[in-house]
Every structure is written in structure tokens, then in C-alpha cells.
């Protein structure tokens, strides 16, 4: 189907982005990579008045290192990220991730931003940027904003932006030295997850020291499996001890339910993958 008319406006600065929102109204929608916005525009179940569309606004593309953070703009490509060098040597977890998304056609127009505003609870990218615990740049007309991955996601498609702010970057807390896995649940190859999990943990000797674990598809939001970090922490890295930790994995989660399974399938599932992501990422 072709889409409702719209006004289309094609920024080059970040300000001039957040003015074009300000002054087409609430009915505005910002265009990034246009992979899910623009089913649903042809789908007609949205007729936004206006398509911002930050393709052309240099300042937010790329990945940067500032100390112990990496930058990584909003309009980044999943083709980009999963190349980047920065990414694979400070934040393996997001490569993992990415490496699942999609096909390679969809992996080079859509975008690390897009991805995360869209905030599907099946995307594959907002378990790892919890996981991380980065923290999203959002700027709107009163300036600037910081916000936490684990306040960002609010519930299905619903995030902290407000309809006059645009995700600017996102701020990943270098993990150098970790090693990491994204086990990913599909029906179908490229296809969205049914259940994933994201993992990435330090050890030492054969302790695990650290280990941060969230998991995509298990609620509304992505999920942090805490009580799974809880037990690996101190743990010797052996495939029991694993295990036992992979067991709480379901633990506070509540998946949805749909053709691909019921509740206590995808908490099956969680605990099988958090333990195979797991022996993966400990190697
Ligand atoms: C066939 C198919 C298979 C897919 N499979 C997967 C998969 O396996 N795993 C996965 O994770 N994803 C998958 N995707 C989604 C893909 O990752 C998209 O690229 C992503 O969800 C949206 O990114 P985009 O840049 O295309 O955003 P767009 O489609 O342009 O925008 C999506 C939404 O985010 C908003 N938005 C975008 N950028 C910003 C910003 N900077 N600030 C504020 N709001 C913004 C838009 O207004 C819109 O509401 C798939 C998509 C398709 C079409």
C-alpha cells in the first residue's frame, strides 16, 4: 500500500532536527533507517503529518572512544557497528548482538538508533544495551538529557523519549577484556527472537569476577537477569556452576504469549539459553 501524504523535512544538524520536531507538531515522526517505520506506514497503521529524516546529519553517525566510554551515534548501521573496531574490542556483547539482526540488506540501512527507539521487546539490540548499562543522550528543545538503559524502556514500543525528543547517541561503558555471547531463539533464520539472551562476563584465573546477563523477548522490556549474575559472581567458571545459575534464569520474567509459545515455554527457554550463552561467553 502507499502511505498517507506527508510533509518530509531533511535536517543537517541535531538543532535543526530538534526544531523541524518542535515545529511540526506532535503528529511528526522521526525517519531513521526506515526498516520498521516504513512497514507500518505502507501498512497505513500510523499517518504521521510529517517524516523528519536525520540521514543527512553527519554529527550522529560513527562510533568514538571518550576514556572509558564508547560513543556510538544514533544513525550508526547495524553494518557499521558490527565492523567497527571499537566496538569489537570494548563491547563484544554489542557485536554479538548485532551480528543477529536481520539480513545483511536490513543490517545496512537500519540503525543502532532506530532500533532502540523503536524499542520492540523482540529486537536484539536493547538486552545487550541494558546489559551494558549505557546510558541513551536524548535532546529535545530544553537541551540535553542523560538517561539510563534501565529507565529508557518503559514498556512495548514505549521508551522515555518525549514526541518532541530524538535519541542522539548512546553511551556504552567500555567491558575490555570481557568476553561475551548473544544466544538468539528463532523460528526462522532472520527472523525476530523468540527468546535471546545476552551475556558477557570477566574472569580471572577460573572465577568468574563479573557477569552481566539480560534477556530479550521475556517481558515487556528487555529483562536484567540479575539473580543469574547474582549466583555466577565468585563461582568458579565450570559448566555446573553455570548451570546452576542459568537455572534462575526465568526468574521475575513475564513473556508474552503467542504463536510461538506460552509462558512456560519461553521460561524453558530462558534458562536453556542463558546456560548455553553462558559456557559460550566463558569459552
Ligand atoms: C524483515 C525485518 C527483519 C528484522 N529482523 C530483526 C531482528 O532479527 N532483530 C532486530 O533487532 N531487529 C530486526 N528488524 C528491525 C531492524 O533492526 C530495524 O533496523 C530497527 O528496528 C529500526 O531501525 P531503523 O533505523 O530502520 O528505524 P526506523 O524504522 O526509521 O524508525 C523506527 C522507530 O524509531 C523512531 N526513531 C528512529 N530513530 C530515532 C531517533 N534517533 N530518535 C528518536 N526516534 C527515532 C522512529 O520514529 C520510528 O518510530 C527487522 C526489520 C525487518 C524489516
Known sequence: MIPSSFDYVRPSTVDEAVQALASAGEDAKIIAGGQSLLPVLRMRLAAPTALIDLGRVPELRGVREEGGTLIVGSMTTHYEVQGDHLIAEHAALLKAATDTVADPQIRHRGTFGG?????????????????????????????????????????????????????????????????????????????????????????????????????TNMGSTPVRASAVEAALVGAPATAESIQAAAAHAAEGTHPPVDGNGDVEYRQHLARVLTGRALMAAVG
Open 115 to 215: 532500533a532502540i527507539a523503536h524499542a520492540d521487546p523482540a529486537g536484539d539490540l536493547l538486552a545487550p544495551v541494558l546489559a551494558l548499562g549505557c546510558e541513551l543522550v536524548l535532546a529535545g528543545p530544553g537541551g540535553r538529557r542523560t538517561v539510563a538503559a534501565a529507565d529508557f524502556f518503559r514498556d512495548l514500543f514505549t521508551t522515555a523519549l518525549a514526541p518532541d525528543e530524538l535519541l542522539v547517541e548512546v553511551r556504552v561503558p567500555k567491558h575490555t577484556g570481557w568476553r561475551a555471547h548473544y544466544e538468539k531463539f528463532n523460528r526462522v533464520a532472520q527472523a525476530w527472537s523468540m527468546v535471546a539472551v545476552a551475556a558477557t562476563v570477566r574472569t580471572e584465573g577460573d572465577v568468574v569476577e563479573e557477569a552481566r546477563v539480560a534477556l
